[in-house]
């Protein structure tokens, strides 16, 4: 039963670029400073995010060079012990929460919408205020660290060496308090996600014909809202037994210091599957472009990115086998971790099928898709050694913990990243990226990154514990250690090239067309970069791959206002046109609250009262933000009273 | 340029909607489900340091009965008029909106007096040991979303006092109501971790 049903206007091309016009008008950026900082356009909201991730993934990346440069050689006196337990949880913060976390939901925000045909994101403002409160916990985290109070717990701060007997100064505060943020910016941009999938999908998209990147985001905005609030948990009582004398994890007081792990892994393990589904997105996307046929097994790579999602909240105890907790309750983790394969080789198994039967183009994107399956494979491969006791047992806490673990995130979800940023380039900026350039970064980056990480296993193997800041010499380490540090080097080479070549590409690249790659999914409909609006006429989608199946005259949609900024609301199943919402304008005050949360946040390291006092500037902030300006511009429902016809049909049936 | 093409014409659907329909309404349960969980796991935790001890609560009295419990009730009641809120916002009239909004907004108020009593009365600090933290902690906690539901509610309430008006503030006012239903049933089982847990064993 559709509400909106399919009826015949005379309409002209004369009418539809007018209309595009005036949508352009309204939706056009808010100009000058206060503009700036009142951003609600989801295409620069989640550009700044991917820009200020991609930032951070250069400072994580800094600092793992300086800890290469200190291996490379025995008894080296280039870095200390205390600067290098900094460095080592610096990298492993930065790299987690600042960049793998923010840059797919970065990619989210911009191209959800894109990818489900909308207007804009659900929530707008609360997306902006998520960027700022992120933006503001990495520059508290650099400016601490420049300070010399940069956390140097590992990234995940156990105690009892972060509490208050092992843990005096604020370094372990500084961590507890980047979390906060981190987390506060995560959760929002899940929300947003979640509804704009739900409830801003263009007519026809069923949810069976979302693209799977879309799929993806979908599940991991789930993942967040379950796993973070763990973490929230995990660093609110830290810092709580540092500042107010709790005893969550205070031995002697009838605490445990085992909880903090249990708290910490329950959001911990999930945190990996948030960098790699939506990766897992980026691939099913790269496959399906440059095989040049729709994916195989569409329905079961969207089973598996649920199932991965499901079991990923029952394996977080294979984090702590060595702790010593009883047997039984060990076996259970390890069957749960390698059951997490059946869903992964589904996927990989379907992506092979995609390749197989289609017209695979080696296209930069394609080769780092390609990349994947090597490295995430052979990290998938040690992921199934360590789920096992006894052998976790032996290498818990050396190099092969290491190799595993960025061949697992690197391959599974970096290579995936860099990808689909190429291959989103053109769609993003309206320029095209150097090929050349685009090959020579990859194999840089792929001999660049076995070099670095595959001695690591060995070395983990013949006993080189992490997180040392230099070894003696006769141990055997050496030559694989120096191996290391080249790898490195040549993974900095490569990321410069993939600069190099986007700064080349906008100012000296090729005019982009709408769809350079002949992909099929919505985002490709529109102008490269797309108009402020993004799609203008709006077609109802009648297949999976529109740009690809869609028959030609596809209905248009009209009626939604284009002299101010509103949406069409579809429902969730079938994406039937439910109702028009008028979407948040610019405001300044999602900014405003995100400083004055950051000023309360930064205060309650020093003293329990800024959650008292320092939580009112924001509680202001907020009313303002809320706050219904001036004369409604929604003439339509004003006033209300006599607004019985509408009142029908708000409430009636769905 | 004279030929018809096929359009869907939504110009006649409704500007704002109720429940799940609405945009605001899953924004809600995001938050729900979040703080949810953030509950469940600090019961999980109160549960996990339970195991931890051979007596319990270790050295101190269980916390008094009374403010509690009465605490409780008056929650309880104040889902009538909350209840009136919701329906008379998405019947879209202003005199009850206002009328039971302002009633809600007394009762949370109400809520949170009792609620200081009852932290009098826990029969433990937070520094005492590690089950008084876990007590300050869900007791804490749970006030932090008693506070947060009373200046929302109060803003609500204000702007159907002092406008401007429209459809959305409706929606906003249901909304509102529906995140006091989450504020109240979570308290249920925070009620029985708090004051009936340390009397069962």
């Known amino acids: ?654 | 340029m004279s030929a018809t093409v096929p359009v869907v014409d939504v110009s006649r659907l409704p500007s704002f909607a109720f429940g799940h329909r609405s945009i605001l309404w899953w924004a809600t349960l995001g938050l729900i489900a979040i703080e949810g969980t953030a509950f469940a796991l600090m019961i999980a935790a109160y549960i996990y340091l339970k195991w931890r001890v051979p007596e319990w609560p270790p050295g101190v009295a269980p916390p008094d009965l009374m403010w509690g419990t009465l605490t409780t009730i008056v929650v309880l009641a104040s889902c009538i008029p909350n209840h009136l809120t919701k329906k008379a916002a998405e019947q879209l009239d202003v005199g009850r909106t206002r009328l039971w909004i302002a009633v809600s907004l007394g009762f949370a108020i109400a809520f949170l007096v009792l609620r200081a009593f009852e932290f009098t009365t826990l029969n433990c600090w937070w520094d005492t040991n590690a089950y008084g933290s876990i007590v300050w902690m869900l007791l804490g906690a749970h006030t932090a979303h008693v506070i947060t539901d009373v200046v929302d509610t109060a803003v609500i309430a204000a702007i159907f006092f002092t406008g401007p008006l429209d459809a959305h503030r409706f929606v906003d006012a249901s909304e509102n109501a529906a995140y006091y239903y989450f504020v109240v049933f979570s308290w249920l089982p925070i009620y029985a971790v708090i004051y009936l847990a340390p009397r069962l064993v």
Request: proline share 8%.
């Open chain 1, 1 to 654: 039963m559709s509400r909106a049903p399919v009826i015949e206007l005379p309409l002209t091309d004369e009418m539809l670029s007018r209309q595009s016009r005036e949508l352009a008008r309204t939706w056009a950026p808010a100009r000058g400073i206060i503009g700036f900082f009142s951003e609600v356009d989801h295409k620069r909201i989640g550009m700044r995010f991917i820009l200020t991730a991609l930032a951070f993934f250069v400072l994580g990346g800094v600092l793992a060079a300086l800890m290469r440069l200190q291996l490379a050689f025995p008894e080296n006196t280039l870095i200390g012990p205390d600067l290098y337990n900094q460095l080592f949880t610096m990298h492993g913060t930065t790299m987690m929460f600042l960049f793998a976390v923010p840059v797919m939901e970065g990619l989210g925000l911009y191209f959800t919408p894109l990818l489900v045909g909308a207007r804009t994101i659900a929530l707008p403002r609360l997306a902006a205020f998520g960027y700022w409160i992120f933006l503001a916990g990495g520059v508290f985290l650099y400016v601490s660290f420049l300070l010399n109070i940069g956390p140097d717990n590992g990234w995940f701060s156990y105690v009892p060496l972060a509490g208050p007997e092992f843990g005096p100064g604020k370094r372990a505060d500084t961590w507890a308090q980047l979390i906060t943020f981190t987390e506060v910016a995560s959760l929002v941009g899940a929300i947003v996600t979640i509804v704009t999938i739900f409830k801003y999908r263009r007519p026809g998209m069923t949810l069976d014909r979302v693209p799977m990147f879309a799929w993806a985001e979908l599940v991991t905005s789930f993942m967040i809202i379950f796993a973070m609030p763990a973490v929230m948990l995990a660093s609110t009582t830290l810092i709580l037994d540092r500042l107010v004398g709790t005893h969550f994890f205070n031995q002697a007081e009838g605490g445990d210091p085992i909880l903090y792990q249990h708290l910490f892994w329950f959001f911990g393990h999930p945190e990996v599957y948030l960098i790699f589904l939506p990766a897992q997105g980026l691939m099913s996307t790269l496959i399906q472009a440059f095989s040049s046929r729709p994916i195989v097994g569409y329905v079961w790579l969207v089973t598996a990115l649920v199932a991965t999602a499901f079991m990923g909240f029952g394996l977080w105890v294979h984090h702590m086998f060595t702790v010593g907790l009883p047997q039984n309750g060990s076996s259970f983790f390890t069957a749960a971790s390698m059951m997490i394969a059946i869903p992964s080789g589904v996927q990989i198994f379907c992506w092979i099928a995609t390749m197989w039967t289609g017209r695979v183009r080696l296209e930069p994107p394609m080769l780092f898709a390609l990349g994947y399956f090597v490295i995430f494979i052979i990290g998938g491969m040690t992921g199934i050694m360590v789920a096992s006791v006894p052998v976790d047992l032996q290498l818990h806490d050396t190099y092969f913990v290491v190799a595993h673990l960025h061949y697992v995130l690197i391959g599974g979800a970096v290579f995936p990243l860099f990808g689909a940023l190429y291959y989103w380039f053109p769609k993003m900026t309206g320029r095209m990226p150097n090929r050349r350039l685009g090959m020579i970064s990859f194999w840089l980056l792929f001999i660049g990154f076995n070099l670095t990480f595959f001695p690591m296993h060995q070395l983990g193997m013949i006993g080189m514990p992490r997180r040392v800041y230099t070894y003696l010499p006769g141990l055997g380490w050496e030559t694989l250690n120096l191996a290391a540090t080249a790898g490195a080097i040549t993974m900095a080479i490569g990321a410069l090239t993939l600069t190099v070549n986007a700064v080349y590409a906008l100012r000296r690249g090729e005019a982009a067309a709408a769809n350079p790659w002949q992909a099929s999914t919505l985002e490709w409909s529109t102008s490269s970069p797309p108009p402020p609006h993004n799609f203008s006429p709006e077609r109802v989608i009648a297949s999976r791959d529109p740009l690809w199946d869609d028959p030609p005259g596809q209905p248009i949609v009209v009626g939604v206002r284009s002299d101010k900024r509103e949406v069409l609301v579809t429902r969730l199943l079938d994406a039937e046109p439910d109702h028009r919402y008028h979407s948040p304008e610019p405001s300044i005050w999602p900014f405003v609250t995100a400083m004055a949360t950051t000023f309360m946040l930064i205060w309650s390291i020093f003293s329990p009262w800024a959650l008292v006092w320092g939580s009112i500037p924001p509680a202001i902030a907020m009313i303002f933000w809320f706050w219904p300006r001036g004369r409604s511009i929604d003439d339509e429902t004003h006033p209300p009273e006599k607004g019985r016809p509408q009142l029908e049909a708000a409430t009636g049936p769905a």
